[in-house]
């Protein structure tokens, strides 16, 4: 469905963010995007959605095919004409519109009745926005604004949706319910999921495979579940657990490897 081959991406003409990386999603798979701050995790987010001019960015060399048409160079609404749709890091809403507002921009492309069939289901799925859509999106807790784009994506009708960081600023039960939102989407809509996150753990616990992005380049790939028995790879790649005094879980960095 995506496959990404040797792509480099530069910022202003001189920062190199990603340095040749190359990675597959299939149809219908949930794969993870790992890696530390600075990684080029983002970058390739943006990349994929056809973002990085906004960003000062550009492609240097590699490509990006999405359902067998290279879509390197696509602008984002022809990208997510196609059924690739991408939630941005950092929540980018519209902050003083309210949640019912927000779904009418990001379903602007439906019909009036696909849009009210739409917002149906998004209302279904969470109730608590149907009770705050008339509220200002920018009062929204966190975990309802995560709630509110994805509820923005569904309304695109994604086939590839590629999240940034979902779990950013989120307590941890918020953190579990995020992740199985998206499991469940996934398996009730047939998406493939492409989940970039840096909280390794929440992100293994619902994708096949792994991805482990450092400076800019493809450190670990594998299976998910072999991820998260390798003692290696969690040590060495995703940070060793310790439980503090407090019994309360820390991860801490053990080595770069580039
Ligand atoms: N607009 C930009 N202009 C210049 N450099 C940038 C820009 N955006 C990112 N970079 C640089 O590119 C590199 C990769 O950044 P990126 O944001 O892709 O990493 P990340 O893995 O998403 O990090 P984080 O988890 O902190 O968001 C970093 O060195 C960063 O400083």
């Not at 608590?128 to 604004?145: I, M, T, V, W």
């Not at 923005?152 to 600023?169: N, Y």
């Not at 953190?175 to 753990?201: F, P």
């Not at 800019?216 to 969690?234: H, I, L, P, T």
Request: with cysteine; glycine share 10%; net charge neutral.
């Amino acid at each position: 469905m995506l496959s990404v081959e040797n792509l480099k991406v530069v910022y202003r003409g001189v920062i190199l963010a990603l340095d040749g990386v190359s990675l597959e999603v299939r149809e219908g798979e949930a794969v993870a995007l790992l890696g530390p701050n600075g990684a080029g995790k983002s970058s390739l987010v943006r990349a994929l959605a056809g973002l990085l001019p906004k960003f000062e960015g550009r492609v240097l060399d590699g490509h990006i095919c999405f359902l067998g048409q290279d879509t390197t160079h696509l602008d984002p609404v022809r990208l997510s004409q196609m059924g690739l749709t991408a939630v941005l890091e950092g929540r980018p809403l519209f902050r003083y519109l309210t949640p019912l507002e927000n779904l009418v921009a990001a379903g602007h492309r439906l019909s009036p009745r696909e849009l009210k069939e739409g917002m149906d289901e998004v209302f279904a799925r969470f109730p608590r926005l149907f009770e705050r859509r008339h509220e200002q999106a920018g009062y929204l807790s966190g975990g309802e604004q995560q709630m509110l784009l994805l509820g923005m994506a569904l309304l695109t009708r994604p086939r590839l949706l590629v999240v940034d960081e979902p779990s950013l600023g989120l307590a941890p039960k918020l953190v579990e319910e995020v992740m199985q939102t998206l499991n469940a989407l996934r398996h009730e809509k047939g998406l493939s999921l492409l989940l970039v996150e840096q909280n390794a753990r929440a992100a293994l616990a619902i994708v096949d495979r792994v991805y482990v992005l450092e400076r800019g380049r493809v450190v670990f790939e594998g299976d998910a579940k072999a991820a998260m028995e390798d003692q290696d790879v969690m040590e060495f790649y995703l940070g060793k657990e310790e439980v503090g005094f407090r019994q309360a879980r820390r991860y801490r960095r053990r080595k770069r490897w580039v």
